[in-house]
């Protein structure tokens, strides 16, 4: 009942009170305001991005009551917010419910955000279903910041290029942005064209095996399962300072697929490589079923089998806008000095 769920709402955001004031202060205005699986309302979330409030149903389709007393609880606690909500209860996650005429156009619209004073471009709707800045990955790019300075940075499953900007403007020497999709890849430009970057970072149109196969120094399959392997951008091989790896659950490549539930060594060995002696990895894996113990010795086993040392472990937890129950959260990031 919508009764029900506004004193859930209304907790959540007198609860992140002293976060919001801390994180305002520093210069970022977007941030998880409700995290519904935690706070009481499976399924529900809703994401602050300056100037709009994004809701997102997962798994449950809200209902125009609910929405209605979403809607109203939060133009009454943060007037001047407008609110855009993509129902994702479908299996596939894909956006459920069309906009049209001006809801659709204002739905469209490109906003400049702030995280840590670093600039993002981000929209309500666009041609993917996900938000173009994840923000429990606020945590891992903050630490990028803290270790970029004066390093070479490859940023492998780029995305929008987050990472590789927030590298950038922390005073990197040099970064790489390795996606396939070149429409991410668009974004990641926007955004490090939003920032007074003291460098230009490089944008690498590839599957990712095949680049960061390259930069390690393994050599290239001409043949994999009887088919011929598609030409990739040629890379020198290059050792770099701090190597940022944050795949997708689940993709197909050339090379076979992206699973991070059996099969990560097959994408962590290759950024190991590729990781310079006395260096920094940082891995993420956000399938929540994947146990965060089991997953550390699995990089630990990886590493001796790449005779490779991690002299170094350190777990990356999300910030306090995205709360856990029993510390798990579902996305692990773990930093790898090695």
Request: glycine content about 6%.
């Amino acid at each position: 009942m919508p009764a029900k769920l506004v004193p859930k709402l209304a907790a959540a955001l007198d609860a992140r009170a002293d976060l919001i004031a801390r994180l305002h202060a520093e210069e970022t205005d977007c941030y998880r305001l409700f995290h519904g699986s935690v706070e009481g309302e499976a399924g529900l979330t809703v994401d602050r991005y300056g100037p709009f409030l994004l809701v997102q149903s997962f798994h449950v389709f809200l209902s125009t009551e609910k929405l209605a007393a979403v809607t109203a609880f939060y133009a009454e606690r943060l007037p001047g917010l407008q609110l855009f909500y993509n129902d994702r209860s479908r299996t596939n996650s894909r956006i459920g419910n069309p906009l049209e005429g001006e809801a659709l156009l204002a739905a469209q619209v490109p906003y400049e955000v702030s995280e840590i004073g670093v600039s993002y471009v981000a929209q309500a709707r666009h041609a993917g279903q996900d938000p173009w800045l994840f923000l429990d990955l606020r945590a891992g790019r903050r630490r990028v910041m803290q270790e970029a300075a004066g390093k070479s940075v490859l940023n492998l499953f780029a995305y929008t290029c987050g990472v590789g900007v927030a590298a950038a403007k922390a005073g990197a020497a040099h970064v790489v942005n390795v996606d396939f999709a070149e429409s991410s890849l668009a974004v990641g430009k926007q955004n490090a064209k939003l920032n007074d970057l003291p460098i230009r970072p490089r944008f690498v149109q590839s599957d990712v095996f095949a680049a960061v196969r390259q930069y390690a120094g393994i050599g290239q399959p001409a043949m994999v399962r009887g088919k011929r392997m598609p030409s990739f951008p040629k890379l020198e091989p290059h050792a770099f300072d701090l190597v940022f790896l944050d795949p997708p659950k689940y993709a197909k490549s050339p090379f076979g697929v992206v699973d991070l539930v059996n099969d990560y060594a097959a994408l962590f060995k290759p950024a190991l490589l590729a990781t310079a002696e006395g260096g920094t990895l940082i891995c993420c894996n956000n399938v929540a079923q994947v146990d965060r113990d089991e997953w550390a010795d699995q990089l630990q086993r990886s590493a001796r089998k790449a005779g490779r040392e991690i002299r170094e472990f350190e777990w990356i937890e999300p910030e306090a806008d995205f709360p856990s129950l029993d510390g798990r959260h579902p996305l692990k990031m773990a930093l790898l000095r090695v």
